[in-house]
Every structure is written in C-alpha cells, then in structure tokens.
C-alpha cells in the first residue's frame, strides 16, 4: 500500500516567492498533520485537521502560512512570501483517529525547503 | 514551548551496548506515550508505544519503562546494533486528541 506522498521532495526558491507544499495521506485516514523540523526547534506540529477540518492552528507561524484540506485525499500548505527562515524540512502525517492504533502518525519522507 | 524534554542530545554506544533515552513531562493529561524512529532524509516512524497504566513494554530489543509518578519514562535498546543508528523522538499525546508533541530528540550513533 501506498505511504504518505509528499511533493516536492525538495524545493529552492527565492526570500519573498510562494511555495506551496502537497500531500496526499493514506487512504482511508481521517487525521492529517503538517510538521516542521529544523535543528534548532526539532519537530513543531503547524496544523492538523479532522475529517478536513482544521481542529488546531496554533502552531503556524503567522499570516504567511496557510493549510487547506480540500477532500480527504489532498493538503496543501503554503508560504507566501517566503523567507529564508522557513527553511526547513515539511512533514506530512496521516492517522486514522478512534482506530485500533491510535495515536500512531504515518509520515510521508518530508519536502525540504530552502529560501535563498 | 517544550511540554516534553528529552535527554541526552546525542549518544554513542559501541556495538552489543544498551542505549537509554529518557523524556519527562509535565502534563498529567497525557496518555500515549510513543517513541519514534527516524533515519536520514526518512519521515520519523513509529517504534514502540506505552500508556500509563503499565510500566513496562517490550518488543524484541526495545523497551519502554514508564513512572507514573515521576512522570518519566524511557527507552532502552538492548544489544545496539549500527542499523539503530538513527534520531530517536519521544511523544506524548494528551487524552482525547490526536496531536503528537514531540521532545527535541536524540540523535544515537552506534560503532561496530
């Protein structure tokens, strides 16, 4: 079965351009999580949504980043403008909540971001 | 804000050695506790999970020894082998929601 799928797997791009991140969870979940990591502060949770619905933000930075979940098959996460301290590595995870396994994420191999 | 410390940053242990990771926390509504595994350019994967009403788990070389009390808990890895060298994280979830927080993790290098 497929993983978690993240595009791009990497991304360069220039201090005030928008960048926008994609995942695809597995199918069948209904929990999807972005995270950010980075030496300095490791793994920080930015948003995860609920059945599509975003249920906890409070880890987005600012007005520049945004998370949609359109249908259960698709996120987006978006920068705009970036900023060379976002760069980092987005992780996408997926869950399936009230399940056997709760609790446990699959996560995807993560887009890497660097603002020059 | 950290709600879950981890210890040390780094470790080294030869081959055949034990590994020990230790996490604290503070907040008493958490109620899964997960350790997770992750290798270079990988996404982190789950290795071993605990809740608190045990205070111990083990599944082949990985144990995880939880207090309660002390709001501690750990993970040992038994006769380390250089394919555990990877960055371990532990987690906490609080009861009634899905959102994983992460301790700082610690990166485990172990030599042949």
């Known amino acids: 079965d497929a993983g978690v799928i993240q595009s791009p797997r990497h991304e360069v791009t220039e201090m005030g351009q928008e960048v926008t991140l994609r995942c695809k969870p597995i199918?069948?979940?209904?929990?999807l999580f972005w995270y950010r990591q980075t030496m300095m502060r490791g793994l920080e949770l930015l948003i995860y949504?609920?059945?599509?619905?975003?249920?906890?933000d409070s880890g987005m930075p600012e007005d520049r980043f945004s998370a949609k979940m359109p249908n259960a098959s698709f996120s987006t996460l978006k920068i705009q403008p970036s900023e060379p301290r976002d760069s980092a590595v987005y992780f996408c995870?997926?869950?399936?909540?009230?399940?056997?396994?709760?609790?446990?994420?699959?996560f995807g191999e993560g887009s890497r971001l660097t603002v020059l | 804000q950290q709600q879950v410390k981890q210890s040390p940053q780094s470790l080294i242990v030869q081959k055949g050695g034990i590994s020990i990771i230790n996490c604290a926390y503070e907040?008493?509504?958490?109620?899964?506790f997960p350790w997770y595994q992750q290798f270079p350019g990988k996404g982190p994967a789950l290795l071993i999970a605990?809740?608190?009403?045990?205070s111990e788990k083990k599944e082949g070389r990985f144990t995880i020894s939880f207090n309660k009390s002390a709001k501690q808990f750990s993970l040992h890895i038994m006769d380390s082998q250089p394919g555990d060298s990877a960055t371990y994280f532990c987690?906490?979830?609080?009861?009634?929601?899905?959102?994983?927080?992460f301790g700082a993790g610690t990166r485990l290098a172990v030599h042949p």
């Open positions: 987690a906490a979830i609080p009861g009634g929601y899905n959102k994983l927080i």
């Open positions: 995870a997926s869950s399936l909540t009230g399940g056997p396994n709760t609790g446990e994420l699959f």
């Open positions: 949504f609920n059945n599509n619905v975003p249920i906890d």
């Open positions: 199918s069948g979940h209904n929990s």
């Open positions: 605990i809740r608190p009403d045990v």
């Open positions: 907040n008493t509504a958490f109620d899964y």
